[in-house]
Nanobody
Framework: QVQLVESGGGLVQAGDSLRLSCKAS????????MGWFRQAPGKEREFVAA????????DYGDSVKGRFTTSRVNAKNTVYLEITSLKPEDTAVYYC????????????????WGQGTQVTVSS
């Protein structure tokens, strides 16, 4: 069992940058693909970013490419999401997640979810 706890969300202004963190409760998370989804009010959950266990492969949703960067530090059981040039449309709850492989991640077969952290971007 892996518990995921996100942090770093909040109220920011358009154009600001933000770094979200997700800490896993177990070193076992180092063997998982980890990443992020987001869900805006009234919308479906959307894929944001993913990174494989050793960080040598990343994948991003089309709507965030170029502004979002994910990374991980396995020694800290932590994955990060750096967001630059924030826009009001980035307002959402951001969820950390992990899956045992990129194949499972691609099929949205997620093994563990975090509780989410709210990001609100004001114009």
């Amino acid at each position: 069992q892996v518990q995921l706890v996100e942090s770093g969300g909040g109220l920011v202004q358009a154009g600001d940058s933000l770094r979200l963190s997700c800490k896993a409760s177990s070193p076992a998370a180092a063997t998982y693909v980890m990443g992020w989804f987001r869900q805006a009010p009234g919308k479906e959950r959307e894929f944001v970013a993913a990174i494989n266990y050793n960080g040598d492969r990343t994948d991003y949703g089309d709507s965030v490419k170029g502004r979002f960067t994910t990374s991980r530090v396995n020694a800290k059981n932590t994955v990060y999401l750096e967001i630059t040039s924030l826009k009001p449309e980035d307002t959402a709850v951001y969820y950390c997640a992990c899956a045992s492989s990129f194949a499972r991640w691609s099929r949205r077969e997620i093994d563990y979810w975090g509780q989410g952290t709210q990001v609100t971007v004001s114009s």
